[in-house]
């Protein structure tokens, strides 16, 4: 069966679905540029299993990313340091996970730099995300803003953290013994879970 393309929004860490559709999809993926920003939404969050159970790691975007911002004009802000919260986060839940350190020298420059704008920030670590699964591709941005795709698998409203998502297959979680298995993580729990598997799970 030959799988039309997907538009899929910009998100910080994404969520497994957004793989998953992506993996389907790989030789025709547009990514939405020129969308408007929307607050709490996985384009500025993301969520992980701590031992409590899911974990929101969000972004924080200057004030002033109205509705209407473009999500390529949102800039990141650096009031507080979110990023050692974030990376802290990330120790916590996945240092004892299989593969954390095949790939924590991957992802810690991303809470070492400054990067000004969100689009930026999270198109620079899906790439490495990418290359990490060995993912390959074919990926453009869209010129301008644009309605509805009839021709594509469009997600860029559905894939949303108030959604309920389809259930997906477990794999292992390192804290499933407290909660169970939890659904539509960010894609870093099941690289730090499943590591090189991970792409055949997706």
Known sequence: MHDKGAILPMFYLPPVAWFSQLNKSKNDILIDQEEHFIKQTYRNRAHIYSPDGILALTVPVVKGAKVHTKVNDVKISYDFNWQRLHWMSLQNCYRRSAYFEFYEDDFAPFYEMR?????????????????????????????????????????????????????????????????????????????????????NYL
């Not at 969100?118 to 699964?133: E, G, P, S, V, W």
Request: charged letters at 25%; hydrophobic letters at 35%; aromatic letters at 12%.
């Open 115 to 199: 990067y000004d704008n969100l689009f930026d920030y999270n198109q620079q670590q899906l790439k490495i995300i990418l290359k990490l699964l060995k993912i390959n591709a074919n990926i453009k941005f869209t010129g301008e803003y644009e309605e509805s795709y009839p021709d594509r698998a469009d997600l860029r409203l559905s894939l949303d953290p108030k959604k309920e998502q389809p259930q997906q297959k477990p794999y292992f979680q390192l804290f499933e013994e407290r909660k169970g298995f939890l659904n539509n993580l960010s894609i870093v729990d099941l690289l730090f879970n499943q590591g090189p598997q991970a792409v």
